[in-house]
Every structure is written in C-alpha cells, then in structure tokens.
C-alpha cells in the first residue's frame, strides 16, 4: 500500500516442496520419506525448480501490470492432517 502510489508492485513466492540437488539427493538416499512427502501434497508430487521460474517470469513481466500484495503460493496444494 505504501509503494502502490510510486507504481512499484510489491508481490511474493511461497514455494513448496522443491526438487533441488539437496532434497533430491536426500530422497534417493531414503526413497520412503520421499514417498512419505509426497502423500502429504495434494498432486502427489515435488515442485520443480522450473514452476518456480514460470511464476517469477510472470510476476516479472510485463503482463502482470496489475497485481500488486498477492503471496503465490507454489506447493502443490499441501494436505493437512
């Protein structure tokens, strides 16, 4: 709100789970917590380093004139419980 009025968009990422080199590793190295992870995301999944880009490029470029204080949340659609 404060920003706003000098044009300047204020938005964020809030990724989930993401295959990167660390996690994956650490998956290969115990294919259960893997399996076990993934029970806990609704696509039954990781995210990709590549979904992250695709939602920055967006929020980068100019098609996203408009939205400004939006947090995207990129996980998969955890379940609780």
Not at 56 to 70: H, I, K, P, R, Y
Request: charged content about 20%; some cysteine.
């Amino acid at each position: 709100m404060e920003l706003g009025p000098y044009g300047i968009q204020v938005n964020c990422i809030a990724p989930g789970l993401v295959a990167t080199g660390r996690t994956v590793n650490r998956m290969e190295n115990d294919p259960e917590r893997y399996k076990e992870r993934a029970k806990g995301i609704a696509l039954g999944r990781l995210g990709t380093a590549k979904s992250i880009a695709a939602a920055t490029v967006f929020l980068v470029s100019s098609e996203n004139d408009f939205m400004s204080g939006a947090v995207i949340s990129i996980d998969g659609a955890p379940m609780s419980g």
